[in-house]
């Protein structure tokens, strides 16, 4: 590719990894850029649109709250929208009553019935832990040793074994060491400097990101590696297991699924209650209009979610990344590495990680940067550095 052309760019997928991507290139490059998108609309999994009956703003592929640490990337999203203020608040809905997530010290309080203060909180749960695991061989015994039994069996094993279909004993220890407890009385879900909800939704800021003449977006349109001989690059933002035909096996994902309903008034006075028991079988109820506490709604739209194996027919939301998960999604990249010239991967299908709305962002402009960069050789970038 010579430095001096107008180049023209196929993006596979309108999601944030796709239109950040597109912008940048169109910013920085004399270039032109095709978006195709195999859905009928743009946004990827932010999808939102208003629900015609009550007139709330519906997050259509699950509850997005953006959060982040990278002042970088909360002054780029302030180009293309208005964030509103919301802080995220969850519940845990049990036999036993009804509890704060994340931990702290109004679940110990509520749970255990007591008036407990810091410092007595946490003498209280040191006593309560399994002090006989000194090396957590699986994700209970990381809770265990982190929070007690009471706890663990009343608010995570259940909901963990509904939302990733398999015993807490079966799930590694190494995502994390220990869970987290806050001895204050802080519900705010968030710890990120930054956080809010786009006043319009995210299809919206998508949409403004889009807003471009040297951009297209060709909907219900598949992208395919065909697309390398009309466009001097393909950049791929959709699931490199299918990419490649599953010529290595399916990568292992939960997918999610929602039973939609209307409330006349306020259905549970909060945006998420979780149900951390094996009964119900749902995982939680999403009730929308609380993202948007600017907004006055009469009507409520809620979505109860399920959580299921994912199929070739599924979309895939939650990367499993299980040991023969990663062998196979190492397969897939070192072989794109070492076969492709004119295509890259990027975003979270792509790349196989569960990746926050920031992080996309983020890995898109500096993906960008070094696409562009490479033009001056002959060598591109085929994955984004994945140390994120
Ligand atoms: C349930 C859930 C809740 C989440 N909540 C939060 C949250 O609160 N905060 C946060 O920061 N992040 C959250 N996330 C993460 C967020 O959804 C992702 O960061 C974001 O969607 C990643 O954008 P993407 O463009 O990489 O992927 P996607 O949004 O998945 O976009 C990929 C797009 O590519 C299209 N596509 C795929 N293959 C092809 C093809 N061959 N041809 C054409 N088009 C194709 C798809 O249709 C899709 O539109 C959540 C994720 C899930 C699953």
Same mark, same amino acid.
């Given at each position: 590719m010579s430095n001096h052309k107008k180049y023209k760019f196929a993006i596979a997928g309108a999601g944030f990894s796709g239109a950040v991507l597109a912008r940048e290139l169109v910013t920085n490059l004399p270039c032109e850029v095709v978006i195709f998108e #195999?859905? =009928?609309?743009?946004?990827? =999994?932010c999808h939102t649109s208003r629900d015609? #009956?009550?007139g709330v703003m519906v997050h259509r592929y699950g509850p997005h709250i953006f959060n982040t640490n990278i002042e970088e990337v909360w002054d780029y999203i302030h180009q293309f929208c208005k964030m509103g203020t919301y802080i995220h608040q969850v519940k845990a809905n049990t036999s036993k009553g009804i509890f704060s997530l994340p931990i702290n010290l109004n679940t110990i309080n509520e749970i255990y019935n007591k008036r407990l203060t810091p410092e007595e909180a946490k003498e209280f749960i040191l006593q309560e832990i399994d002090s006989t695991i000194e090396d957590p061989k699986n994700f209970e015994e990381v809770a265990l040793i982190s929070v007690g039994k009471l706890i663990y069996e009343t608010l995570i094993r259940d909901y963990s074994t509904k939302q990733?279909?398999?015993? &807490? !004993?079966?799930? &590694?220890?190494? @995502? @994390? !060491?220990r869970l987290p407890v806050r001895f204050n009385y802080n519900n705010n879900y968030h710890k990120s400097k930054f956080v809010g909800i786009p006043e319009n939704g995210y299809t919206n800021i998508i949409e403004n990101i889009l807003n471009h003449p040297n951009i297209t977006v060709k909907l219900n349109c598949i992208a395919s590696r065909n697309l390398t001989e009309e466009f001097d690059h393909l950049f791929y933002c959709g699931p490199i297991d299918k990419f490649y035909n599953y010529k290595f096996g399916q990568l292992g994902y939960r997918t999610v699924f929602w039973k939609e309903f209307i409330h =006349?008034?306020?259905?549970?006075?909060?945006?998420q209650m979780n149900y951390? #028991?094996? =009964?119900? #079988?749902?995982?939680r109820i999403i009730e929308h209009k609380h993202f948007t506490p600017w907004e006055n709604h009469e009507k409520s739209f809620c979505s109860i979610e399920y959580s299921k194996e994912t199929t070739k027919d599924d979309i895939p939301y939650? &990367?499993?990344?299980?040991k023969e998960d990663l062998v196979k999604f190492n397969n897939y990249k070192g072989h794109a590495i070492e076969v492709e010239s004119k295509i890259s991967f990027l975003g979270r299908l792509a790349t196989y990680r569960y990746l926050d709305m920031d992080k996309t962002i983020f890995e898109a402009i500096q993906f960008s940067k070094e696409f562009i960069a490479s033009l001056g050789s002959n060598k591109r970038p085929i994955f984004p550095n994945q140390d994120l």
């Open positions: #195999e859905r =009928n609309h743009i946004g990827g =999994n015609k #009956e009550s990733w279909g398999c015993h &807490p !004993k079966e799930l &590694p220890a190494e @995502v @994390v !060491k =006349n008034g306020d259905y549970q006075g909060i945006s951390t #028991e094996m =009964n119900p #079988e749902y995982t939650y &990367p499993k990344r299980l």
